[in-house]
């Protein structure tokens, strides 16, 4: 038996800001970046963190469930930029839930990562570890972008998406994951503890002395994002069809059978690659990047709650869905609406 979605809620910040604000902080122009991105404006945290935005989507989406919080056994969170490292931002979201039953984890495969966290309650609901779960994709991506650098920052925004996944019998599920650690220095962001100063006990001195540890070469600088983004357009076009069609293949079915394919928000040209590339419409392609930017784990789950709400989402519907990203990382995973 596997999961099925019964409920989905999303959170982004009022805030928004255009294109023209960010001509006020780098060299670029409305026009560029829509161009080459199709982003328009994007929603950045004010006074939330990437905690509490998880913490207001998984909210809603309890809520559009119709479920108690009591009854999840699970949350598991996607996230690369939380403000949380200790207590993981899921038991911070079961804390503000109360869903005193649930074990909680956080998980880090970037822009995959809602793809990863529905997978593996998938796996656990199929194994009869868990009934339901509720999933989150959470970023505050504004903290870990470099606003001084326009090859980055244009792409970026923040919001969380969540669902809930419960067992059911009518529920149908497959999947194809892929890694490539080898283009892992495409798109990085290093951890800020590893170029902090820290004190060390050196036996040679019989002292405790400062140091700077230093990881790989890194530098501050790197605590932000970079990004080759030629290398991860190239990964993306070619990559996610392939990983769409081994998906099709392995299902024994064509993209006809497909009514949409929901993919990562990576950008609107991207999204367009891919679909030329299956040799799809782009009517079977929603997107929404133009009013988030790429919310990383959060794109998915927010474009799912916008289609479930706007009723564009029926009983039947067959559905892949499909994110990649940093690592490098992806999934297409198949999706029935029962
Ligand atoms: N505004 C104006 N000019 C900009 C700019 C900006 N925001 N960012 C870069 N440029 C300039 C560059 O400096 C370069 O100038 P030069 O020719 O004088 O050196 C020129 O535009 C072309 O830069 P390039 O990096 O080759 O642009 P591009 O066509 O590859 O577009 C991206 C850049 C980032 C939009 C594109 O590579 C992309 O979409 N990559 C995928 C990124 C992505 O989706 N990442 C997340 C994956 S999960």
């Known amino acids: 038996m596997f999961g099925k979605i019964i409920g989905t809620g999303s959170y982004v910040p009022e805030n928004i800001v255009t294109n023209n604000d960010l001509t006020k902080i780098v060299e670029t122009s409305d026009s560029w970046i829509e161009e080459r991105t199709g982003v328009k404006q994007r929603h950045l945290m004010k006074n939330e963190t990437t905690a509490t935005m998880a913490t207001e989507a998984a909210k809603r989406a309890v809520e559009n469930a119709g479920i108690k919080p009591e009854e999840i056994d699970v949350i598991v969170v996607s996230t690369v930029s939380s403000n949380l490292i200790l207590p993981n931002t899921a038991c911070f979201v079961q804390e503000q839930i109360g869903a005193i039953n649930a074990f909680c984890f956080d998980i880090n495969t970037a822009c995959t990562g809602f793809m990863m966290a529905y997978n593996t309650v998938q796996s656990y609901i199929n194994s009869g570890l868990v009934k339901t779960a509720l999933i989150i994709g959470a970023e505050g991506l504004s903290r870990i972008v470099d606003w001084s650098d326009r090859g980055t920052c244009i792409l970026f925004g923040d919001g969380a998406g969540a669902a809930i996944v419960k067992a059911s019998e009518a529920a ?164 029935e609406i029962c």
């Open 172 to 335: 149908v599920f497959e999947t194809v994951m892929k890694s490539d650690g080898r283009k892992g220095s495409a798109l990085t962001c290093y951890n800020g503890f590893a170029t902090r100063p820290r004190k060390i006990f050196t036996e040679e001195k019989q002292e405790i002395s400062d140091i700077y540890e230093k990881t790989n070469g890194q530098e501050s600088s790197d605590t932000f994002v970079k990004m080759d983004g030629q290398e991860i357009f190239r990964f993306a076009v070619k990559e996610v069809p392939k990983c769409i069609n081994e998906l099709m293949e392995k299902m024994n079915i064509t993209s006809d059978d497909v009514d949409m394919f929901v993919l990562h928000q990576a950008n609107l040209r991207i999204c367009q690659g891919i679909a030329k590339r299956l040799k799809i419409s782009m009517d079977k392609v929603p997107t929404n990047v133009s009013e988030y930017g790429n919310t990383s784990s959060a794109c998915i789950p927010i474009l799912l709650d916008e289609l479930f709400k706007a009723g564009k989402l029926k009983k039947g519907d067959k559905i892949i869905m499909s994110g990649f990203g940093a690592g490098v990382t992806l999934a297409a995973t198949y999706l």
